[in-house]
């Protein structure tokens, strides 16, 4: 069974396998978790995401891809590109829903044994983050039904009330 642990801060001081990064799609950085993480990472994350972008074009929204995590305490970073929210009828939840898919399959492609995930879409991306915390705890959930071998998520919320909503989100699951 997964330790799921829900915390308070900076995503770039807790240590983990994995760091899921709420990225954009041009891959080269931003503001709140994305810049924290390319400020604090190093420039080996950037020169990898520029290498990505040569590749393929950036990232879509409902995907992700992995880099190196530079000067953080881990050993990847996950780069999520999380669903702008419109009006809910553009297929939004379904596309936050893959973009954590997206990045338990790359941690288990890659080993990891912890991870831990931003509060993805719900900042710039203004994805309502009630049903955003929903939609990630579900998936996160599920996947761990079919498959244990990452062994915690942590959860970072920012945030005061992220930090409540995915406390009473984990609180109602364990009764």
């Known amino acids: 069974m997964c330790n799921i642990i829900v915390l308070k801060g900076d995503i770039t001081v807790y240590p983990a396998d994995i760091i899921v990064n709420a990225a954009n799609s041009s891959l080269l950085g931003g503001g709140g978790v994305d810049g924290a993480i390319h400020r604090k990472g190093g420039a080996a994350i950037l020169d990898e995401c520029q290498k990505i972008r040569a590749r393929q074009g950036g990232c879509y929204a409902g995907n ?8 953080l305490p881990a ?7 999380g669903p702008r929210w419109n009006d809910g009828t553009k297929g939004e939840a379904e596309l936050l829903q893959q973009t954590y898919q ?9 080993n990891a044994r912890s991870m831990s995930f931003p509060n ?14 929903q939609i990630a705890s579900d998936t996160i959930f599920a996947f761990f039904e079919d498959n244990q071998s990452i062994e915690t998520i942590n959860i970072v919320c920012y945030e005061q009330d992220n930090y409540d909503i995915y406390q009473a989100i984990i609180k109602r699951r364990e009764i």
């Open 64 to 71: 992700a891809v992995i880099t190196t995590a530079g000067l």
């Open 75 to 81: 050993k990847y970073v996950i780069h999520a590109v």
């Open 102 to 110: 997206r990045c338990l399959h790359l941690a288990v492609e890659h």
């Open 120 to 133: 993805i879409s719900t900042g710039t991306y203004q994805f309502p983050k009630e049903l955003a915390a």
